[in-house]
Every structure is written in C-alpha cells, then in structure tokens.
C-alpha cells in the first residue's frame, strides 16, 4: 500500500528537505501555519512545514469548537469581521463538510454578557446577512422545558435559539496538511527551530533539530513564516525583534461528563455568578464542559463548574468521580503594551527587519483570510502575481460534495460499513473524522481486519491505526489517541482497553530504540496522568 504522509519515510524525507532551497519554511502545525502551506503550495511556492511537536498539538487541539464561542470575544461589536467570519465559515462549509457538524445552539437569557440584549442579536443577524434558516429564534419557557427537560427554568426563563456549527480544529490542522501534502508540501512533526540562519542580516533558513533522534539539519529558505503559537515570541527573541507587539494567551479549560449523568441535548451557555459563561456541548458519547480565562486568577475550579451544574439541572447530582477526562488549550493572541489596557487584537501578522513573518490567527474559522494576506505579501516579495484560490479547494477528506450531500454520504458509506462489521456508531464516527478518506480505511479494514485480534485491537481500532501510521505521520500513541482522534479525551474506557496494544505496535513496527520506547512511554503515561489523574 502506497504511503503519502508517513513517519515511516521520515529519513529519506529528511534527506530530502537538506537538499532544497525552499520559497517558505513554515514554522508551527496548527491550522493557521497548515493553511498557510496550503495557500502556498497552491499558488507554485516550494514550502516547508515543521512543528516541534505533533501536528495541532498546540490551540487547535479542539474537537468541538463553537463558532459562537468565536465570536462571544467581539464585544467590540467590530462588524466587518464579524461579516467576514460567516463568509469564511460558508467556505469552510462547503470545502471540508466532514469538519462541520450543523446543531442547535441556546443562549439563556443573562443580565450581561454578548447574547442578552435582543436588539444586538438583531443587528449582528442583519449584518452578516445569515440565511433565513440560520436566523436566531426566541423559545418560550414553555418551547424551553421541551427542548431542555432537565433545565431548571427558574435559572431561565427565555433564550435564543440558534443553528450552529461544531469545527472539529484538530482534524481541520490534518487534513489541510494532507491535502498540502498532496500539492507538494514536505512537513514534519517534531522538528524544532533552534536558531535561523541569516545572509546580510536577512533571514536565510534555520537550524533544525529532529526530536526523535536529536540530530540537526540545515534548512535553507527566502522567507519564513513563525506559526508556532503561544510559541511565537520565544521565535521573535531569537530574532532579535520582540516589540511593543507581544503573544499572551487565553487558558480554555474542558472536562467530560458522560451524556447519562448530565442529559443535554443542545449545545448551551450558562453563566457562573462572576458572569463568565460556560459552553455545554454534546460530543459523542460526552458532554464537553468549558470555559476561558485569560488570567488564572479568573479560572473557576472543576467543582465550582460542578456546583454550577448542579443549580442549573435537576435529576443528577454530579460530583468529580463523574469527570471523565480535563485539558486545558491554549490559545495565543496579540497585544499592544503601548496601547491602554494592553489593546486586545484578533490577529496580527508582524514582519521584522530580519523578514521573519509572525502570525496570529485569533478565530480560526478565519484561518484561510489570514493565510491568503500573508502568503500575498510573500509572493509580493518574490515578484510573483499569484492569486489565492483556496475558497474553491477542497481540503482531504472533504470530497463528498458540499456540505448539502454529505448526508447522503454518510447514509451511504455508513451502510457500506456495516458490511464489513463495523457498528453504526463506529461507521459514523469514523466518516464524521475522515470523510471521503474513509474508503482508504474500509480498504485496510478489509485487508487487514483479521489480523486485529493477534494485537489486541478490534478491526475499527487497527484500520484507524494502520491509517494514521501510513497517511497522517503520526510517531506516537500520543499522536492517534490524542490529536487524530481524540479518544484519550472523548472514551476513557476505550482508551484505557487500547493504549498497550497500540504501543506494543507502533514500538515493533516503527523499531523505536529504547531511548524512544522510554520516552513515548512517559508521553503517553503523563497524558493520560493529566487528562484521568492517576489511574496507571
């Protein structure tokens, strides 16, 4: 079977990437620094991607982001970006259709808060000119209690009830690599920049380290891009050019609840008595339960949230033995020091003298707006007329016709699954994370099923695996049960059942040396330390 994207090939890859002069080396694999190699790669630019960690292993470590929790920060009521982010998200729609889950969303009634003055609402409808369909609806208590049986009403009495949208960031950062990979990218996790290079005090290239077996290699490049997130100031101090510009960062925190001790069936805000609101969104088999904060400080504690909870439904007293998994997620965002209060901007992309392009991407529904302004300043530098096209590609796995027939997509592939023994639940789950990649997955499940049971894993489990292994680079279980697929937040039981079999795999097949079994082993035992406490 034919690898495209594997740590399997990662030497000769290597080898490889010290032989080119590259248009663009991009620093950082999250979704803001993979659209922009797409965005690169489209337009003819020789580009490179490295990530000192795993692939969207740093803010879009998201799988169930809101898109209102985007735009629940705009209290500026900045309303061209506010336009521009809907006409964005209809582009993501229509080109990754499998990362988009359409459900409804509750704003309850509070006293201060984005969503509580109706003329606001009405005004943000108007504006962005939403489809009749997507228009915010008033709900009664009476509507209220139906749609929310367990909702105690005294905590309120009216809402607005909204289409909303679930971006699955984590999978969106992969398959935008995939599909770059496709066009020509070379990327590579666990890459670090250790220092740059320069030619007539112009940036040239870096020095990079491979984490996985310590050796430094030389890349040179005409221009480089720092997409490395919370990580983007240390970059800057290298370069000799911090300014009045600076990274802080927002501290979301999750925590899963299963969906039989906490019955919601919508995505919803509540708000705790220090006005914060707090976002309940039905994933799975869970209940993810967040927050923001940008100070510590301002964090309100897991039973706080619990207590919170408990107020606000009736039925089940939640204590924190019903916590399955926590994590908290960075995400970075730019400030001026010299404006008052320290001026919060949504993204900034910062050229310094030496030429190295800094880039922020607050929201990232907005991630292929801020791709095309920096890749056209890049193309403007190289004396190239190449326009963006990426509002027509189609990202990997997203070829199953717009978001209107993905349903029928789904419906189809689903049924094609159970021929081959899989369960409902496990056919939809693996089509809503792979979409049109999911006959790759069928093809190994089909080929290579049988032999599941010699390593302790069910066929769904050892396709996945084997897919992951062969077309989405990962080096660790870290890597499958965290960022691919995010089992190790989502299915505690699950992950608990597969974690050794799937390191006993990975450790024969990929031939770790015993430095590497040793350190994927303590990766892999502090992640699920931090996510469950200590249950090894």
Known sequence: MIRTFSNEDRDETIDKMEEATYDLLVIGGGVTGAGIALDACIRGLKTLLVDQQDFASGASKNWSNL???????????????????????????????????????ILPTYKTGLFTKSFRSKLLDRLTEMAFKEK??????????????????KHAKHASLYKEFLIDESRLAIDLLKESVKRGLIALNYMKVESFLYEDDKIS?????????????????????????????????QDRSLSNIVIDSVEDYFFTVPRSRLPVHHAMYIETEQHQLVSLVPYRQSIIVGHSVKKQSERTSNQELLDLLNRTFREHLLGEDDIEASWIVKRPYPIDKKKKHHEYKRQEWIESPSGLLSVV??????????????????????????????????????????????????????????????????????????????????????TFGKQAKMFGLSPAIFAELLYCIEEESILSPVDFLVQRTGYLYMDKALTLAVKEPIFRYM??????????????????????????????
Not at 82 to 100: G, T, W
Not at 416 to 445: F, H, M, P
Not at 507 to 527: A, G, P, Y
Request: aromatic share 8%; proline share 1%; charged share 30%.
């Open 507 to 536: 450790r024969d097949r990929l031939n770790w040396t015993e430095e590497q079994e040793i350190r994927f082993r303590e990766k892999l035992e502090s992640e699920i330390t931090q996510a469950y406490g200590n249950v090894m």
């Open 361 to 446: 991407c607050g929201q990232h529904t907005y991630y292929r707006s801020v791709a095309e302004q920096v890749v056209d300043q890049i193309c403007k530098q190289l004396h190239q007329k190449r326009n963006c096209q990426t509002d027509t590609v189609t990202i990997s796995g997203g070829y199953v016709g717009g978001l209107d027939d993905f349903l029928f997509y789904k419906k189809k592939r689903t049924e094609e699954g159970l021929q081959y023994g899989l369960t409902e639940y496990e056919a939809n789950q693996l089509i809503d994370r792979y979409g049109s990649n999911i006959g790759q997955l069928y093809v190994r499940l089909r």
């Open 67 to 105: 898109f209102h929790s985007e735009i629940q920060h705009m209290n500026h009521l900045e309303m061209k970006m506010y336009n521009d982010l809907f006409k964005q998200r209809l582009i993501l729609k229509e080109n990754a259709p499998h990362l988009i889950k359409q459900t409804e969303l």
């Open 136 to 153: 915010r609806k008033h709900i009664t208590k009476k509507e209220l209690a139906k749609l929310e049986p367990a909702l105690l009403l």
């Open 205 to 237: 290239g870096a020095l990079v380290v491979d984490q996985n077996k310590n050796e430094v290699h030389k890349v040179a490049a005409k221009h480089v891009v720092n997409a490395s997130g919370t990580l983007i100031d240390s970059l800057r101090v």
